[in-house]
């Protein structure tokens, strides 16, 4: 489990092609390590990765064909990867519960500066755009972030200068692809709910 806060951003250096799926060589930069074992979660931009080696600040992770498929920023070296360890009990949680899971990938359709912030508008899939909610949370390549509109399947969010400086967020254009997670407690509302109705249409 993660909380949306990036520690720090990392970057591929090198991709070896597996049978079925890929192992990244990571370098995380300033991420702290010194509690990192192998075996130990890593969120890399949304994604939720398993430490399997790791040499210094530098850390290798093996990436399923079928995570491949379902999101976006993991195939090529020099892409930039935002990072955070899984959350301890201990820990704050600074943004909101992150399972690292990707729901679906998005499209941004406007990255602008508005003042001193950014505006970001993203379309989300047919399949979770009903999960996003106005004042709700989003995880946005990993980011927490909340909602600030939502016009159908596009919402939009507004991020201070220092998520975009702190973030791969910075380099997101038209056109870019995002990991999207929905915020974990719609699934529980949405399951409750058609389990509600089908207890409901058992009795009658």
Not at 35 to 64: H, M, P, Y
Not at 103 to 111: P, Q, T
Not at 130 to 154: F, H
Not at 177 to 201: C, G, H, P, Q, T
Request: glycine letters at 10%; one cysteine or more.
């Amino acid at each position: 489990m993660f909380s949306g806060i990036v520690a720090a951003c990392g970057r591929i250096e090198h991709i070896e092609p597996l049978a079925d799926g890929l192992r990244l060589t990571v370098d995380t930069a300033t991420l702290d390590l010194s509690d990192v074992q192998i075996g130990d979660s890593i969120a890399n931009s949304g994604v939720c990765l398993t430490v399997i080696e790791r040499d210094g600040q530098r850390v290798k992770f093996d990436v399923s064909r079928e995570t491949l498929n379902c999101t976006v920023g993991l195939d090529a070296v020099g892409n930039e990867l935002n990072l955070e360890k899984a959350l301890q009990l201990s820990d704050r949680l600074g943004g909101h519960l992150v399972t690292g899971h990707v729901d679906g990938v998005g499209e941004v359709l406007k990255f602008a500066p508005v003042g001193e912030s950014h505006e970001l508008v993203i379309r989300a899939p047919g399949a979770i755009a009903g999960y996003i909610a106005k004042k709700g949370s989003v995880t946005v390549n990993g980011v927490s972030l909340t909602v600030n509109r939502v016009e159908g399947p596009d919402f939009s969010i507004n991020l201070i200068p220092h998520t975009v400086a702190v973030t791969n967020l910075k380099h997101l254009e038209p056109g870019s692809r995002v990991n999207l997670e929905i915020d974990l407690i719609a699934r529980y509302v949405e399951r409750m709910l058609a389990w509600r109705e089908e207890e409901s249409k058992d009795k009658a």
